[in-house]
């Protein structure tokens, strides 16, 4: 394994899916999180095909031993992204991001628990730094338990912050599976695999209300695609490399 690069991976792909939720942001006050998700899975499909082509892996790339450890993946990661780009809709993108850290640290919670690796003292140390963080992020959106929060916030943003959250719970999740099948099936099938069912899943709320995108809404959506497509590539490969508690 190399740690290092594994790394250097889950930064770049940091970077990428930011960027990639600052053009979703901008469409999120029109377009329903589900037909988000279409755009952002569809065209990820190409820069997929892409590389398979040019690692001349189209045929031998997409074979798979865990069809439902694909299936797990999929439909976590599919859901994350539902809550978390309904999110942008009530919360600014740098609260977003913030809360979305949420994510790592669960990440690192999951790989114990359920992969059994070894977490170090330092990692749960970072581990308890990092959830308070998140926790002074969330604490002036809370309306609930009989919390009062400041003027500024409303039961909107309260709501904004559940659905990052469970995002990010769904995501953890989602990364334990992906680590899981990188032990066995190779990352272009899995990023796939991934976009297909992200697809299927985003078809299913289509009776909730799809709209027609502008011109610049469908070039933005598009482009947040093609981004996910690169962000997803290095996001699993990194996993490939270091172990999830390491990654996360």
Same mark, same amino acid.
């Given at each position: ?5 594994? %790394?250097?991976?889950?930064? @770049? ?5 930011? +960027? ?7 469409? +999120? ?6 037909? &988000? ?12 095909? %892409? ?19 694909? $299936? ?7 859901? $994350?992204?539902?809550? /978390? ?6 919360? *600014? ?9 949420? +994510? ?7 790989? $114990?628990?359920?992969?059994? =690796? ?7 140390? +970072? ?6 963080? !998140? ?11 009989? !919390? ?6 409303? *039961? ?19 990364? @334990? ?12 099938? @899995? ?6 069912? /992200? ?7 289509? *009776?909730?209300?799809? @709209?027609?995108?502008?011109?610049? =809404? &469908?070039?933005?959506?598009?482009? &947040? ?16 490399? $270091? =172990? ?5």
């Amino acid at each position: 394994m190399r740690p290092l690069r594994g %790394i250097i991976y889950k930064l @770049i792909s940091v970077v990428i899916f930011i +960027a990639m939720s600052a053009l979703i942001k901008v469409t +999120a006050p029109r377009i329903p999180s589900g037909e &988000a998700l279409f755009f952002r899975s569809f065209f990820a499909l190409p820069v997929i095909l %892409i590389w398979l082509y040019q690692l001349k892996e189209l045929r031998q790339g997409l074979r798979v031993t865990k069809p439902w450890g694909h $299936a797990k993946r999929g439909v976590t990661g599919a859901v $994350a992204m539902l809550f /978390s780009f309904a999110g942008l809709g009530y919360l *600014p993108l740098p609260e977003v991001t913030a809360i979305s850290y949420f +994510a790592p640290l669960l990440t690192v919670v999951f790989a $114990a628990i359920i992969l059994k =690796e070894e977490v170090r003292i330092f990692r749960i140390s +970072a581990v308890g730094l990092g959830l308070v963080g !998140v926790f002074i992020v969330v604490w002036p959106k809370l309306t609930f338990f009989g !919390v009062t929060p400041p003027v500024h916030a409303g *039961p909107s943003e309260t709501l904004g912050v559940a659905l990052v959250l469970t995002g990010a719970t769904f995501s953890a999740l989602a990364q @334990i599976f992906v680590r899981k099948l990188v032990q066995t099936d190779k990352t272009p099938a @899995i990023v796939f695999y991934f976009s297909v069912t /992200s697809i299927a899943i985003s078809l299913l709320t289509v *009776p909730f209300g799809w @709209i027609w995108p502008t011109f610049f =809404e &469908a070039g933005l959506l598009v482009l &947040a695609g093609l981004l996910g497509g690169v962000g997803q590539i290095f996001l699993t490969s990194s996993y490939r490399e $270091a =172990e999830a508690s390491v990654v996360a």
